[in-house]
């Protein structure tokens, strides 16, 4: 690149990017700001500021490992969720747009107004501290079975200060014993062994233990619905994030564990995503 004005560094970046992302505009625009420290209306209103040979130099290595596929949000290490800015690495899964279809239909709900929750794999913590953000009065537990996803959970919560959350490692259920909610959520590993996604973009950088189950994706969300039975005070609600193609199983599991009112909901982009049901038991 010869030139580097901020307009000039972004064409050449995006062209750069073209062959090995989606979204090389928007890359080269976010992986920018970084390197200058500005927001992004700073784009539009100084396209002509001029790079540093310090800040061209390190901009020119970002889309470099770009371009080598690591995500955005692991090179700058934050991604926002639910207009919450969260620091993320390599331990967890990057949080996704999608998943703010279960936050907000989470929020819909009848709930009590200091409404127990329960969010099982928390990896950011995105789900519960979305969730705190718009209900500071429910009492939330987040659990992770790893040990550095508890310890970015942590700081994440710990830099928005949110005073409801309470964040633990656990094996799924194993730390709450005998404790009941009114709403569990999860964003559980339900991806397949052999799903071709695995060998495609962001997840390549993600845990497989984050993203991959056995039993045909199955095998921990079938655990988190059959303990979840356990742990669901009286009108309950459970809802689970999961693959396009996997609805009708868990409605189907959701039936045989004597689960009711049970209802798919559509992402963004029309697909099924997250299946909720209700413990009248």
């Given at each position: 690149m010869t030139t580097h004005n901020v307009a000039q560094a972004i064409a050449w970046a995006t062209k750069f990017l073209e062959a090995s992302s989606d979204s090389a505009k928007l890359d080269s625009e976010v992986l920018l700001l970084h390197v200058l420290d500005k927001p992004r209306s700073f784009l539009f209103a100084w396209p002509d500021a001029q790079l540093s040979e310090?800040?061209?130099t390190q901009f020119i290595a970002l889309i470099d490992r770009r371009r080598q596929g690591e995500p955005v949000a692991h090179i700058v290490g934050i991604r926002e969720f639910w207009s919450l800015p969260?620091?993320?690495?390599?331990?967890?899964?990057?949080?996704?747009?999608?998943?703010e279809t279960l936050v907000e239909y989470a929020l819909s709900l009848s709930l009590?107004?200091?409404a127990k929750v329960?969010?099982?794999?928390?990896?950011t913590g995105a789900i519960a501290l979305a969730l705190a953000s718009e209900q500071p009065k429910w009492q939330i537990t987040a659990l992770?079975?790893?040990?550095?996803?508890?310890?970015?959970?942590k700081r994440n919560l710990n830099k928005l200060g949110f005073t409801n959350v309470d964040i633990a490692q656990s094996d799924?259920?194993?730390t709450v014993k005998d404790q009941k909610f009114d709403l569990i959520v999860s964003n559980p590993p339900y991806i397949e062994h052999d799903d071709h996604h695995l060998?495609?973009?962001?997840?390549?950088f993600e845990p497989l233990s984050a993203l991959v189950?056995?039993?045909?994706?199955?095998?921990?969300?079938?655990?988190?619905?059959?303990?979840?039975?356990?742990?669901?005070n009286h009108g309950g609600y459970l809802l689970i994030e999961h693959g396009y193609r996997q609805a009708v199983k868990l409605q189907q599991y959701f039936a045989q564990m004597a689960y009711s009112n049970i209802l798919t909901i559509k992402d963004m982009a029309g697909c099924d995503r997250v299946t909720l049901a209700q413990w009248l038991g």
């Open positions: 310090q800040q061209q969260l620091e993320v690495n390599a331990s967890t899964l990057i949080p996704r747009p999608d998943t009590p107004e200091t329960l969010d099982l794999g928390t990896g992770d079975y790893s040990h550095d996803a508890v310890a970015l959970a799924w259920y194993q060998t495609q973009g962001d997840v390549r189950a056995d039993d045909e994706g199955m095998a921990d969300i079938k655990i988190i619905i059959a303990k979840g039975t356990h742990h669901l």
